[in-house]
């Protein structure tokens, strides 16, 4: 099959426009997993930190990028004789999931290409009203911003939540599911024009990163956030845990800005704030698997409104990847890049 290279340099020599379209061993499913033949699939930042030599995929994950796809399911791995041959065609033990499936599939990596494994819990439903495009952008972001908002960031309906890199892929999508979970939603970045349009998802405030950024906050919440989602990190999160209320609790999920920061222990301590880490792509498929039941009963009942549509910014052929790349570099991307075969299977 043809898929993205993987980048396997030295860290720090990767560069955007070497990535290609070449061929690679086609994947074959295991016990409890599907092949699916790819139709759409996104870019994340991970996969450009990746192909940089900077985010290694997790041990037994594919090296070829793509932590999300959409397609349709050609395979059921045998659960005894994970082999080629033993691939058959019935249906996959106790899934839900069978051959001529369509569905979205949140991946520890592989899902640029022309095909992919997967374990059958790390599978949702192709919601019907979403393009091809629009499903290829959906896994990564909406899974990430559900855990961070839901499970790890504790969000209620009337809370306020402060979303930094919010014109990011994950970060427009946290606006637009937490508004879905009825908080009030503030939003973060470098360039305040960047962030304008997410009013429109119902971003009642914008804010730019840096040292004015708390007192920003307190003129629209005098007494601050319930909670941050820092897509960012370095010596900003020092600005944004002035940003929160007593007892906020700040999720940090990036480290764009840095790795290390400087913050003060003795507000932290007398303010009762909480700060948590949290990463996706590391975790068991049966952690994936329970996240993703409780997005789709969530979700349900929302996919025909749109409000839960990730936002697209482009989508090339795949063939266009180092485009595609080279894109995503730039960082004046305003939601996912999609990549797409171009022999009409995303008709
Ligand atoms: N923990 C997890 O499980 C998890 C899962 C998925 C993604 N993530 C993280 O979420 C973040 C966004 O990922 P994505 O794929 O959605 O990214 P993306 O769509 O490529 O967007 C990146 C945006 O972040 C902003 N940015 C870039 N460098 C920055 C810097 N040094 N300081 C501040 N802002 C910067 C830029 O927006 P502005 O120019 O508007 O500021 C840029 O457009 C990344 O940090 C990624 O690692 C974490």
């Known amino acids: 099959m043809k898929a993205v290279s993987p980048y396997l340099g030295k860290a720090g020599s ?55 796809a959409c ?9 005894t004789d994970p082999t080629p041959d033993a691939v058959s065609e019935a249906e996959a033990g106790d899934s839900e999931f069978k051959v001529g499936d369509e569905v979205v599939a949140l991946l520890a990596g592989g899902g640029q290409a022309e095909r992919v494994a997967v374990h059958s819990g790390q599978l949702l439903k192709k919601p019907e009203s979403l393009t ?11 899974l990430t911003s559900w855990t961070n908002l ?32 009825g908080a009030n939603v503030v939003v973060a970045g470098r360039k305040l024009q960047r962030l304008e349009p997410l009013r429109d998802f119902g971003a ?28 960012v990190g370095g010596h900003g999160v020092a600005s944004l845990l002035a940003a929160l209320k007593d007892r906020g609790r700040l999720v940090l999920l990036g480290l764009m800005g840095g790795t290390v920061a400087e913050i003060p222990l ?45 936002l697209i910014d482009r989508s090339l052929p795949f063939e266009q990847v180092s485009e595609a790349y080279q894109a995503l570099a730039t960082e004046e991307v305003f939601g996912k890049i999609v990549l797409t075969h171009s022999l009409g299977r995303c008709e």
Not at 150 to 157: D, I, K, N, Q, T
Not at 210 to 221: F, H, I, P, Q, T
């Open 266 to 310: 003795s507000d932290v301590l007398r303010r009762r704030l909480e700060i948590r880490g949290s990463v996706l792509r590391a975790r068991s498929v049966e952690e994936k698997a329970g996240l993703i039941r409780s997005f789709e009963s969530f979700a349900a009942s929302r996919w025909e409104s749109g409000c839960l549509t990730p």
């Open 150 to 181: 839901v499970h790890e960031g504790s969000l209620v309906a009337g809370q306020t939540v402060l979303i930094t890199a919010a014109a990011s892929g994950v970060g427009s999508y946290c606006v637009r599911l937490a508004k879905e979970l």
């Open 204 to 231: 009642e405030g914008v804010v730019q990163l840096g040292e004015g950024l708390a007192k920003d906050v307190r003129e629209l919440c005098p007494n601050g956030v319930d909670l941050v989602l820092d897509l």
């Open 132 to 142: 091809w495009i629009e499903a290829g952008g959906l896994a990564e972001v909406a």
């Open 14 to 68: 990767g560069k955007p426009q070497a990535v290609s379209w070449v061929d690679h061993a086609d994947p074959v499913p295991g016990a409890g997993e599907v092949l699916i033949e790819v139709r759409a699939a996104a870019l994340n930042r991970g996969d450009l930190l990746q192909m940089r030599g900077l985010y290694p995929p997790p041990a037994g994950a594919s090296p070829v990028p793509g932590l999300e």
């Open 71 to 79: 397609g349709v399911i050609t395979a059921i791995g045998n659960a």
